[in-house]
């Protein structure tokens, strides 16, 4: 499957339009519903969410990227103007979590706000938007996990077929997609029981923490390979 949705857009050479963009906002648009929605049942203003979503948006795609580069200096101290083409590659979502804790923390000392509150409404809007953005990894044969050499498991969602390499491996971007909305699906029925406020944060980072850790296990060398190898092949200058 081709990566760009759009090429030369416009007619200008170069300027493309990736599916993984789509896909993320479309998970961007939808979270901010779901938000606006729990506002309602978490008694927080949807004009803080407006408000928020400025300050939010701007600070998790840097704090992302800057995660995902200090990680992977390597790739980068030998061009430093690659840190800053983030069109290429290389966002990691702890940074992204990290970073929109922090403007949270502040807005809502600013605003006296209820932070618990607002991480009640804003974390199953977190988890659906990560639940949709790993498909912008299925797009771009990335994340995937062990190679598969029994046959008979050659198929979708257990395996995916990546075409650079010829041969199936296990479709991890799949598994944690679905973790996820299960993740979700138990904050949103849960959630109602809880008699006090701010236990979606830490059910967060509990059920996440165990989704990655099972992920990962599936994963990790085949991932940091091909993720390293599409970066050279990016940005050869690196």
């Not at 850790?213 to 690196?238: D, K, M, N």
């Amino acid at each position: 499957m081709n990566r760009y949705a759009i090429e030369n857009l416009f007619g200008i050479e170069g300027l493309n339009i990736v599916w993984y963009g789509i896909i993320i906002t479309c998970g961007m648009v939808l979270g901010f519903a779901l938000t606006i929605y729990r506002c309602r049942k978490t008694g927080i203003n949807k004009e803080h969410i407006y408000n928020l979503a400025l300050w939010l948006i701007p600070v998790c795609i840097i704090c992302a990227r800057a995660y995902y580069v200090i990680f992977e200096w390597d790739n980068y101290k030998n061009d430093l103007l690659s840190v800053f083409e983030i069109n290429r590659w290389g966002l990691a979502i702890y940074g992204g979590v990290l970073g929109g804790v922090a403007v949270a923390l502040i807005y809502c000392k600013v605003k006296r706000i209820s932070f618990w509150s607002l991480a009640d409404t804003l974390m199953p809007s977190l988890v659906l938007g990560q639940a949709m953005g790993r498909w912008g990894n299925f797009v771009n044969q990335e994340a995937y996990g062990n190679q598969i050499t029994n046959p008979s498991l050659c198929f979708f969602p257990y395996g995916v077929y990546i075409e650079e390499i010829g041969q199936w491996w296990q479709a991890t971007f799949f598994y944690e997609s679905a973790l996820n909305l299960a993740l979700l699906t138990a904050m949103l029925i849960c959630c109602p029981h809880f008699r006090r406020k701010g236990y979606l944060l830490p059910f967060y980072m509990i059920g996440y923490g165990t989704i990655r850790l099972f992920v990962e296990g599936c994963a990790p060398t085949a991932f940091i390979s091909f993720r390293v190898s599409v970066y050279h092949r990016c940005c050869p200058a690196a």
